[in-house]
């Protein structure tokens, strides 16, 4: 537990350095620009940057650690010196200028140090003085939205700090694509975005730190940054008012036990990476509407790109977000202007999709599993208006989120209606938000109104929920300004904590997938640690592989099964060979046992994936290598030995001489 946690504040001051420390370093802010404000900025910029970089030095087979470091330095050093030309200087940039002067003038480095020191202490106590007023202001409810984000935090992070394995199959895949990115190979199991390998084997690259630790925290270390995107969101439209705040993070909460999407953010999913920059991209765009500065559109724009290079479900969500911010757009631009921003959105999409049309170029087809579903999706339509139902059109009809969310959308409708400008101006710009969630939740009913499913119902959830609670929190606004609002705000968000309390059919978190027990991913670190690179092979079920690339070797335990069983020569030619056995195979609960095994041949199966994912077919291939375990064993006694071993799981130990290695075949007759 204490590894698990140091690892993960590694791993957050990683990313803090990376994705925000350094890229806040060579960017000029405005006054009015707080931190919240920096902090996704630069995040933006960061992820953009090395997303991009990677493709192209992939592109041109150059990507290894040198050639990153190489670039990454020019691309600082050339923003930095463009930064001269601006009339505003970076403290860090001041910092910087003020130490190279300094190194120059000897005599005037500790003076440098007092100063720099001092700078720093003064900032902090700027920096606490008007923190602490604002949470004198209103203790309440910042302590609220902190005690919120840890909630959050809490419940996101659990699963990453107490288990080792994923609770998910796509990080193994992800896995798998981030350790062959290094070797500049793309695109190994078809055409798919890699902007989310890329950010992981970015870090791995340069740090040469195993992107298993990475892929274990980054998902949890998202989903907390989608939390705080809502916080953003509303602080902005809103800063002086917290309630609007407090009610949408703490709607967010209990969506937690109201959908069955959190498990998904305990993992590192490359959708739910991309949908973070979703809320970000509409507010932007809300921003330039309405303040009609480039710099917002183009960080919009940026986020746009960046889901499309991370994730196409994330861009599609945020594509339908930008079709009703268009619409909306008419009241702020000309004809002429919204033309010339949808050819900006169109470049900025062929730019996206470039490194994908690429791949297909070069003969490469689309990830199989991706483009099998979509091509189902819209070859399957049956649904019509002669089948309607309120139970089959809501959905989940026991969860409140999606029934309060219509209910004062109309109401919110009505105010609109009968109170024209004045209303339009109080809310503003809250009725973008619901139009937008409006327009998913169509989306996410797509196939009952008649039109294809592009995307499963729960994806969509994940976008929606964001959405609806922003629509929901917005309820507030519409409290007119007097003695007891304040009362009224509170009585409003006690009544939705009471009714969605009331119909939360349970308040046990949902679990993930097991695909391999915490002592499979205990022994691999272990054997990586214990023994030389690139020297040990590891025999085990088809998880392992992922995690011993780069490292060391792996064999599909099926392969060695069917090998034995047809007596073909196996040999490994390393010197060191790990054998992983089940005892008590994951999905079962029975110990395994060799009593009704007579050989070692395995039933023909449409897929050799069948054997790890189906319960009774894993317990068959652990049972036979088992069978074949007892038979080396009473051949030869003092060959395997124990390495690891658990009441469900055990590993056996093989040293041999890698230029004269054993033939496992000939072990056991």
């Known amino acids: 537990m204490i590894v698990s946690w140091l690892m993960l504040l590694k791993i957050v001051f990683l990313l803090f350095l990376f994705l925000f420390a350094i890229p806040l370093s060579v960017q000029v802010w405005q006054e009015k620009q707080d931190w919240k404000d920096r902090l996704l900025i630069s995040i933006i910029h960061a992820h953009l940057f090395i997303i991009l970089i990677v493709h192209m030095l992939v592109a041109v087979h150059l990507y290894e650690t040198l050639s990153l470091i190489i670039t990454s330095v020019i691309a600082y050093v050339v923003i930095l010196r463009r930064k001269k030309k601006k009339e505003i200087i970076s403290p860090s940039k001041k910092a910087l200028l003020s130490f190279m002067h300094a190194t120059d003038q000897k005599e005037f480095l500790i003076r440098w140090g007092k100063d720099t020191l001092s700078h720093i202490v003064t900032k902090l106590k700027v920096w606490w003085s008007r923190t602490f007023n604002k949470i004198s202001r209103q203790p309440f409810s910042v302590l609220f939205i902190l005690l919120l984000f840890f909630m959050s935090a809490a419940i996101r992070f659990y699963h990453s700090v107490t288990h080792y394995y994923f609770p998910s199959s796509d990080p ?57 995107t809502i916080y ?4 902005k439209h809103r800063p002086q008012d917290y309630s609007i705040a407090v009610f949408a993070l703490l709607i967010y909460f209990i969506s937690t036990f109201q959908f069955g999407f959190i498990w998904r953010q305990y993992s ?23 303040e009609k500065r480039n710099q917002s559109l183009v960080i919009s724009l940026e986020c746009f790109l960046l889901t499309i290079l991370i994730h196409p479900y994330a861009a599609i969500c945020l594509f339908i977000s930008y079709v009703v911010l268009f619409f909306f757009s008419f009241k702020h631009f000309s004809l002429l202007h919204i033309l010339k921003l949808v050819g900006v959105f169109a470049i900025t999409g062929i730019i996206g999709i470039l490194p994908l049309v690429t791949g297909l170029l070069s003969g490469i087809g689309f990830h199989g599993e991706s483009f099998d579903f979509v091509q189902s999706s819209l070859s399957s339509n049956v649904s019509s208006i002669r089948n309607f139902t309120l139970d089959g059109f809501f959905g989940r009809t026991e969860y409140v989120h999606i029934m309060t969310f219509l ?51 729960y994806r969509i959830e994940v976008t929606l929920v964001l959405l609806t609670s922003i629509s929901i929190s917005s309820i507030l606004v519409l409290i007119p300004r007097m003695k007891f609002t304040k009362i009224v705000s509170g009585i409003v968000i ?42 040990w092979t590891i025999v085990s079920s088809v998880e392992e592989y992922p995690l011993a690339i780069d490292y060391g070797w792996h064999y599909n335990l099926t392969d060695f099964i069917i090998n034995l069983s047809k007596g073909e020569e196996l040999k490994f030619p390393t010197k060191d060979v790990f054998l992983f056995v089940e005892k008590i195979p994951v999905g079962t609960t ?5 009593k009704n095994v007579t050989d070692l041949s395995l039933p023909a199966r449409g897929e050799i994936l069948d054997f790890y994912r189906i319960p009774e077919y894993r317990k068959m291939l652990h049972e036979k290598t088992w069978f074949w375990i007892e038979g080396v064993q009473e051949k030869h006694p003092n060959l395997l030995k124990i390495y690891l071993d658990t009441p469900r799981f055990t590993v056996y130990h093989i040293e041999q001489d890698p230029l004269n290695p054993y033939d496992v075949s000939k072990l056991w007759k």
């Open 172 to 228: 193994y895949v992800h896995l798998k694509w981030v350790k062959l990115l290094r070797a500049n190979q793309i695109y190994v199991d078809g055409v798919y975005p890699f902007g989310f390998e890329a950010i992981i084997s970015s870090l791995h690259t340069i740090l040469n730190i195993d992107p298993y630790y990475i892929l274990r925290f980054l998902g949890p270390i998202s989903g907390v940054f989608l939390v705080f």
């Open 232 to 235: 953003y969101v509303i602080r």
């Open 268 to 290: 590192s999913l490359s959708m739910e990476y991309g949908i973070t920059f979703i809320l970000p991209a509409i507010y932007f765009f809300i921003e330039y509407m309405k």
């Open 407 to 457: 209910l004062i959308s109309f109401l919110i409708l009505l105010v609109l209606l009968f109170f024209g400008k004045k209303a339009w101006s109080a809310i503003y710009p809250f009725q973008m938000y619901i139009a937008i969630s409006i327009a998913l939740f169509l989306f996410y009913k797509s196939e009952w109104i008649g039109l294809p499913s592009l995307m499963l119902p």
């Open 494 to 535: 006690l009544g939705y904590v009471f009714v969605a309390y009331q119909t939360i059919p349970s308040y046990t978190l949902p679990k993930g997938n097991q695909l391999q027990y915490d002592e499979s991913v205990e022994a691999y670190l272990k054997i990586k640690n214990d023994f030389s690179l690139q020297e």
């Open 590 to 594: 029975d110990e395994i046992t060799s």
